[in-house]
């Protein structure tokens, strides 16, 4: 079988009911994607709050999540006080997604990038699937 994976990361703020502009303009961001109250979503159902999101610079593809969310923090960490703000006047925080295919390579978490993580104060989604068989 052959390994493979897909792996990504980004930041998200939910609930607000200012324009996706203001969030974007709060941080000096343009988003990746942005959903609105009532839209419908990818799964097909109506979006339940207004929803912005940040995917990490590193295309998407087969590093590892550390990676993705070390580049993230870079772009987070210098609009640290917005981030922490957005969290909370509204709901905020990170996802990793990982996809793997034959076997995962695992997730190290440093110290260094906990201790960055906590300074921005945002809760962290891991999102892990592995596949086995053929893919």
Avoid: K
């Avoid at 939910?14 to 994607?33: C, F, K, N, Q």
């Amino acid at each position: 079988m052959q390994e493979r994976r897909d792996v990504y990361a980004y930041f998200w703020v939910e609930g607000y009911l200012v324009s996706h502009a203001d969030i974007s303009a709060r941080l000096g961001l343009t988003p990746s994607s942005t959903r609105s109250l009532g839209e419908q979503g990818r799964n097909g159902a109506p979006a339940r709050a207004n929803r912005w999101e940040l995917l990490s610079p590193l295309a998407r593809g087969e590093g590892l999540l550390q990676d993705y969310l070390e580049s993230l923090l870079d772009l987070l960490e210098s609009r640290a006080a917005a981030v922490r703000e957005l969290a909370s006047d509204y709901s905020a925080g990170l996802n990793c997604v990982g996809y793997y295919h034959g076997a995962n390579p695992g997730l190290h978490l440093s110290r260094p990038l906990i201790a960055r993580l906590t300074a921005l104060n945002l809760p962290v989604d891991f999102d892990l699937y592995n596949y086995g068989g053929t893919a």
